[in-house]
């Protein structure tokens, strides 16, 4: 395990996706700048997660996901993350049902990145698969998901 927590798989794809310094919530708790981008947020479910959207289901099992996501508005990477950080909070985002029910490990910024290109860097490993159609990128023409499980 790293110092986030993380094991050195995931960190290792981290790193494959071009991030620096990795950033667990002190980090960004005291990291104000409101520089917009993209992050990968790291997650971790310790048991099975059944999640309705649209009109499905779909069951997320126990293991590490990463969550690539933008933040262009106020506040920028540093007040989504703090969000994303949080367990209680309403439901807005499709991640928002993992974040609340899993633990948010780690997380990397980009500013001015693109999540759909983090994605791309991400699903060129064989070390992961692309999550459920649709979730997190719904407004995404070209990406299945916004979402990886590391196996």
Not at 32 to 56: H, I, K
Request: glycine letters at 12%; aromatic letters at 8%; proline letters at 6%.
């Amino acid at each position: 395990m790293t110092q986030t927590g993380m094991t050195p798989r995931v960190a290792a794809m981290l790193r494959k996706a071009g991030a620096g310094e990795i950033l667990d919530a002190d980090a960004i708790a005291r990291n104000p700048r409101p520089d917009t981008g993209s992050y990968l947020l790291v997650l971790f479910l310790e048991r099975r997660l059944p999640v309705a959207w649209r009109t499905s289901e779909h069951v997320f099992e126990p293991g590490w996901y990463i969550y690539a996501g933008s933040a262009r508005g106020p506040g920028g990477i540093a007040a989504r993350l703090r969000r994303h950080f949080r367990r209680e909070k309403k439901i807005h985002w499709h991640v928002d049902h993992l974040t609340t029910s899993g633990r948010v490990v780690a997380a990397c910024a980009f500013p001015g990145g693109n999540e759909c290109e983090l994605v791309g860097r991400l699903v060129r490993s064989p070390s992961v698969t692309s999550g459920p159609k649709g979730f997190g990128s719904s407004d995404c023409r070209g990406c299945r998901s916004h979402l990886v499980c590391v196996r």
